[in-house]
């Protein structure tokens, strides 16, 4: 099956009153064990990598991003992959390229007004 945007997603679970489940991947592992989940659920997921797990990857989000792509691409069901709690601007750049179709930008940490300008600009590059 493709992998699916996140929107789609989104749309089709609030078009019948449901949510979709997001989890988080950190290994090839992870991600195979949430779609065969899936697989046997019968029901679409968003598979979700975040700044963390790209750190554990020693900064790296290719290698993760390319296998949890492909893991969704074989899945029997729809998957998106969304790339979770970015405070890197870099990061956040990279994320289209690398196959994500969502991407939540996490400015939490800085101070109100930085939280603020950091966030418009992420909106406005998006």
Do not use: C
């Amino acid at each position: 099956m493709p992998l699916v945007t996140t929107a789609e997603l989104v749309s089709a679970a609030a078009a019948r009153g449901h949510g979709v489940a997001a989890f988080n991947v950190i290994t090839l592992e992870h991600a195979e064990a949430i779609a065969e989940g899936a697989e046997r659920a019968g029901a679409p997921a968003i598979l979700q990598i975040s700044e963390n797990a790209v750190r554990f990857h020693g900064g790296r989000l290719t290698a993760v991003a390319a296998a949890t792509a492909a893991v969704a691409r074989a899945a029997a069901v729809p998957l998106a992959l969304h790339l979770d709690h970015v405070e890197s601007a870099e990061l956040l750049r990279a994320a289209p390229a690398e196959g994500f179709s969502s991407v939540m930008f996490d400015a939490s940490k800085l101070p109100y007004a930085e939280n603020l300008k950091a966030t418009a600009e992420a909106v406005r590059w998006g």
